[in-house]
Each structure stands twice: as structure tokens, then as C-alpha cells.
């Protein structure tokens, strides 16, 4: 019987991105999603897992930015100087109108979810009709899911192929699949400043081997069962401003 997979808990993931290689991870990624999103003005823009590394660019554009993070993660204060824009939710059951998202990115969050229909379903409910879905996971091929002393070492890695059919099987349309992140996941000073080296030539010469996946999706709004049988009341907590530690 297999293990169940475990989501990484905030606290890890808030600290491999404070580490220089999760800051490299970071902006590599952050670069590419900013190449599919160039312009969120008025929208709504929702983060769930962990996205709060890759939201902060959209705040002063969009007119609303949330993160959402699941209860087996954990949840932080973000951002940490004003007031709180995250939410501890039940992943399966978010605590968002129907089509009140106009971009929703999913990261640190389908590899872990040992339900994943359901996952998306939620995001499917919860996205416009016009809105975009970009998922961000692990690369099966790719060196960053061998290693696990990163988040992107954990939970199920996918190829371009499994990431199309799980969005096409949950009501989703997938546009295309980007790879990101081709430095490998080392400590090394000079190998991670030459991360953006690596990435020109990795989306060029060696895209099967990126550490990550991004695929943009839209609706497949002409679907029916999209919508849950029976509403339940959706709630969430709020997130208090935490006093750092010392």
C-alpha cells in the first residue's frame, strides 16, 4: 500500500524561499508566470498553496490579491507589513463566490492533494468564464523532483502529458505547457548566478529536463457536472498578524 502524500508544511516552504536557492527558484519562476499574465489591471487574483512568493507583483495592479493556503499546509501572515490577504482553508471547499476569480495560480498544491478531482473542482467553480488557470508542478524528469531537500521534491511529480490530461479530465482546456526553473537545485554561488543563463538556454535546448511545469488552462464552461450537488456553508479564518520570532 502506498504512503499517503503529505502536503510540506508553510513553515518549510516560507523558509527554502528565504534560502538563496529558493530565492533563484522564485524568481525564475515569477519571471515566466509574468510572461503569461503581463497584465492583471482590475482583476481578481487568487494564490493557492503557496503563492505568496509569486503574488507580491500583482498587488499594486490587480484590484484584489488573496492567498489561499490549505489547513494540512499551514498558513503565515502575508504580507508581513500590512494587513493580512491570506486564508486557511479547506482546499476542497474554498470560501469564494462562484466565477469571482479572474487568475487563479495553483502551486505547492496539486502534487500534494490526494484528491485531486475534487481540488479542482473547487478551482473550476470558483474561476470566471473568461478567467486563466495556471498550474505550477514538479517535473517528473526534471532534477528539482529527485532531491528532496526542496518543496519541489515532494508529493507527485508530473510530465507535461499527465499535467494536460488531469486538467482535461476536471473540466479544464490546457492552452500550453511552459517550462521554468533549469538551474539545478545546488547551494553553489556560481551555478545560481548563472541562473538566468541557464534558463535562456534550457527553454531553448532542454525543455523536457526543467525543474518545473507551468500550464496555463481555461474553462471548458460547455461542461456540465461542473457544480457540486449540494452547497455546504463555506467558511475560513482569517489570518492575525504574527510577532516574528526571535
Known sequence: MLDPIMWTDVVDLRDFYNSSMGQVARRMI???LRELWPNVTGQNVLGLGYGVPYLNGFRGEAERVL???PAAQGVLHWPQ???GLTALVDELELPFPDLSMDRVLLIHALECADQVRPLLREVWRVLSGSGRLVVVTPNRRGLWAQFERTPFGHGQP????QLSRVLRDNLFTPIENHPALFVPPVTSRMILSSASALE????YAF???S???MTEAVKQIYATGAT????????YLPVPEQTPRT
Not at 158 to 161: F, K
Request: no cysteine.
Open 30 to 32: 515569477r519571471r515566466r
Open 67 to 69: 492567498a489561499a493556503m
Open 81 to 83: 507589513d500590512d494587513p
Open 158 to 161: 508530473y510530465s507535461s502529458g
Open 200 to 203: 535562456q538556454l534550457g527553454r
Open 207 to 209: 525543455k523536457t529536463f
Open 211 to 213: 525543474g518545473v511545469i
Open 228 to 235: 457540486p450537488a449540494q452547497k455546504r456553508q463555506r467558511r
